[in-house]
């Protein structure tokens, strides 16, 4: 098959990645090559590269990495780089895999970035729970002073809180500068005034990671794979109902059915999310035609987002898995735009009536309502999220939720496949 | 010309939706909803008045360039 030939070419990113702690810089310039002096390449040169190149951010939205560059160098000022290691999509892991083990390409790319904006500042911001990759960049950074790579630009470690918003780019920016870590009202966006009101560019650390091999190899390479709109390859979390769950780098249009066949499904299959809990329930019968890149799956409503795959399984319960995700989206906002607090809470409040059995009759139209009214009305995307993922669920899910409306709690409610911060999936909670 | 609304400053006061019902109606919390984004010309003044009212600022009233 065409697709698996193809993949063959990989990994790009995960070379050498598996049973040890991290790539130590030895083995990464084995592996990669050193960085070709950035200080001889004009940095108009380099933002170019890495449009041409055509890759798209890989924090979730896919904005395209070399005009959001192009943005920030054309401010005036010292602009500053912030890596985004946040990763605080719960079903996320792809993030912290390449902070641990391969730090390095982070860095690389966080280099380059600098080098292209007129940067000689870059932050990686890391979500503070996150210890192993706070441990492995210290001792990448360590390597890197030691071995005196004299393109690198002063890093700066940040941690940030824990939360689903702390990744949103406006929330990130307020950390760094000391305020509390929720979006602010834009504009300025950052890429107009960020940190110490600095043009900013917020790239996320696997897109950083593209770009430190595109530098290397070139645009022609980097285009080698995935599609025309979606050059190269993506690093996807794949959970739920498979053998084999994990962190895979495939190339961007490969089929679903192939990614879901190489982990190897252990249930019958109910439907599969796709893009986190920004994403979409793609039901089962629509599975087969979908191939993983923004053409494919914008047919079905769907982005990759930032590669969150959750194959759910006729063992789970759709309508509680959707109900806990509502209950998160209430507990996750920043509570400062009151459409959000109040909408989510509403909306939260009766897809868990619906789920026991105890919803008014009026739940249906309530929320059409309330889910309709939501989107462009907070300072962030997270209410245009929240309603996107809970319409996904009551369309897809309609005949379950009709059910548990009659009926209420199925015996597979308890079961819980999408994960939660502790705090939302404290046992007893009422809503 | 259009409306925006800062949500973060937005408390819920509500006199917009009294000043300019043509293009502002409010949620069952008592929060704007601004409809459509081109501001018809006829209401660009009742808009100016509908920002300048909005005891917290919230109401931005905004060039199609902004």
């Not at chain 1, 943005?71 to 912290?96: F, L, Q, T, Y």
């Not at chain 1, 879901?260 to 979409?280: H, K, Q, R």
Request: hydrophobic fraction near 45%; charge should be negative; glycine fraction near 10%.
């Amino acid at each position: 098959m065409m697709a698996t030939a193809v993949q063959q070419l990989l990994p790009r990113l995960l070379v050498g990645v598996g049973d040890r702690a991290m790539v130590h810089l030895d083995e990464h310039l084995g592996a990669h090559g050193p960085l070709p002096d950035l200080l001889a390449r004009a940095p108009d040169q380099l933002i170019e590269l890495v449009e041409v190149a055509g890759v798209r951010g890989h924090g979730g939205a896919s904005f395209p990495a070399g005009k959001k560059m192009r943005a920030v160098a054309s401010r005036p000022g010292p602009a500053i780089v912030v890596a985004n290691g946040s990763e605080g999509e719960p079903a996320s892991k792809k993030d912290r895999v390449l902070m641990r083990e391969l730090p390095h390409l982070v860095l690389d790319g966080a280099a380059v970035a600098a080098r292209a904006v007129g940067s000689s500042d870059a932050v990686i911001a890391v979500a503070a729970d996150d210890e192993r990759s706070l441990r492995s960049l210290e001792s990448a950074l360590h390597q890197r002073r030691q071995a005196r790579l004299h393109d690198d630009p002063r890093f700066e470690l940040f941690m940030v809180a824990p939360r689903y918003l702390s990744g949103q780019e406006s929330a990130l920016v307020n950390a760094i500068n000391g305020g509390p870590g929720i979006p602010t009202f834009t504009p300025p966006r950052p890429f107009e005034r960020g940190v110490d009101r600095r043009p900013t560019l917020v790239q996320n650390v696997e897109t950083l990671a593209h770009i430190a091999l595109i530098v290397r190899h070139g645009a022609d390479w980097f285009r080698e794979v995935g599609t025309s709109r979606d050059p190269g390859s993506v690093l996807v979390t794949l959970s739920g109902a498979v053998t084999a769950p994990g962190v895979y780098e495939i190339v961007h249009g490969m089929p679903l059915t192939e990614l879901l066949d190489i982990a190897g499904l252990d249930d019958e299959l109910t439907a599969v999310l796709v893009g986190g809990y920004f994403g979409t329930w793609l039901p089962t019968a629509t599975v087969p035609g979908v191939r993983l890149a923004g053409d494919s799956l914008a047919e079905h409503g769907a982005t990759l987002g930032a590669g969150v795959i959750v194959a759910l399984g006729v063992a789970a319960c759709p309508v509680a898995e959707s109900s806990r995700i509502a209950d998160f989206f209430a507990d996750e906002g920043a509570g400062q735009c009151g459409p959000c607090v109040h909408g989510l809470d509403a909306i939260a409040h009766s897809i868990h009536g619906l789920a026991t059995g105890t919803a008014s009759r009026h739940a249906h139209s309530d929320l059409e309502r309330w889910l309709a009214e939501l989107p462009r009305r907070g300072a962030c995307q997270h209410p245009d999220g929240a309603a996107k993922f809970i319409s996904s669920s009551l369309r897809t899910f309609a005949a379950d939720f009709a059910d548990h409306a009659r009926h209420g709690p199925c015996d597979r409610c308890r079961s819980q496949v999408l994960p939660t911060p502790a705090v939302a999936a404290q046992p007893g909670r009422q809503r | 010309m259009r409306l925006r609304v800062n949500p973060i400053r937005c408390v819920a006061h509500g006199l917009c939706a009294e000043w300019l019902p043509e293009s502002i109606r409010l949620d069952q919390w008592g929060y704007p909803i601004v409809d459509g984004p081109e501001l018809a010309p006829e209401l660009v003044e009742h808009a100016r008045r509908a920002a300048d009212a909005c005891p917290t600022l919230a109401l931005l009233l905004e060039s199609d360039g902004a």
